[in-house]
């Protein structure tokens, strides 16, 4: 969900100062900085603006290639657009972990070939509709599942959210007649 939670934890990830973010009248996250600067609405607006205050390395470099930095503008507004509303529609949800399981087939990351913003946003986006899924369902989306969870390893990524259980071990008390 694009939640003051997520963004809060966007911006640690980026390692910059959020200031104050929440709903404005019309239900839309805002962040203000200070009294002085305007305010910016929208998830998506907000994380392009952390992203551009960042300091840390890895995020630079990622933004020196224009390319790169537009496919990572693409996956804000795809977690925006598609994975959010996800976690209220289970139709929606498995359409979209469908999706981004046949894009991970061949792919580690979302982008290029290391942890980029857009995995932040994504894993943390999709973390509730992760955390529904039964321990079957997560077998049906191996690459989503395989991507999700090495990046609930990561510690500066999940940043103590709960770590969601893929072993399939634990299939063994649900269907204790296929597994010898």
């Known amino acids: 969900?694009?939640?003051?939670?997520?963004?809060?934890?966007?911006?640690?990830?980026?390692?910059?100062?959020?200031?104050?973010?929440?709903?404005?009248?019309?239900?839309?996250l805002t962040r203000t900085i200070s009294a002085q600067e305007p305010s910016i609405s929208g998830f998506s607006s907000i994380i392009q603006s952390l992203i551009?205050?960042?300091k840390k390395s890895s995020v630079r470099q990622a933004h020196s290639d224009f390319e790169?930095?537009?496919?990572?503008?693409?996956?804000?507004?795809?977690?925006?657009?598609?994975?959010?509303?996800?976690?209220?529609?289970?139709?929606t949800a498995k359409i979209l972990l469908d999706e981004l399981?046949?894009?991970?087939?061949?792919?580690?990351?979302?982008?290029?070939?290391?942890?980029?913003?857009?995995?932040?946003v994504v894993f943390h986006t999709i973390h509730e509709t992760m955390a529904n899924l039964q321990p079957l369902?997560?077998?049906?989306?191996?690459?989503?599942?395989?991507?999700?969870?090495?990046?609930?390893?990561l510690g500066e990524v999940r940043q103590g959210k709960n770590l969601l259980n893929f072993s399939t071990l634990q299939l063994l008390g649900w269907a204790t007649g296929t597994h010898t």
């Open 1 to 28: 969900m694009c939640s003051v939670d997520n963004t809060k934890r966007i911006a640690t990830f980026l390692e910059v100062p959020l200031g104050k973010v929440g709903y404005n009248a019309e239900k839309i």
């Open 52 to 54: 551009r205050e960042s």
């Open 68 to 91: 790169t930095e537009c496919q990572i503008l693409q996956w804000l507004d795809y977690a925006v657009l598609f994975v959010a509303p996800s976690n209220k529609d289970k139709h």
């Open 101 to 120: 399981n046949f894009y991970l087939q061949s792919r580690s990351y979302l982008v290029n070939d290391t942890l980029s913003v857009a995995d932040v």
């Open 137 to 153: 369902e997560k077998e049906n989306f191996l690459n989503v599942s395989r991507w999700f969870h090495h990046l609930q390893q």
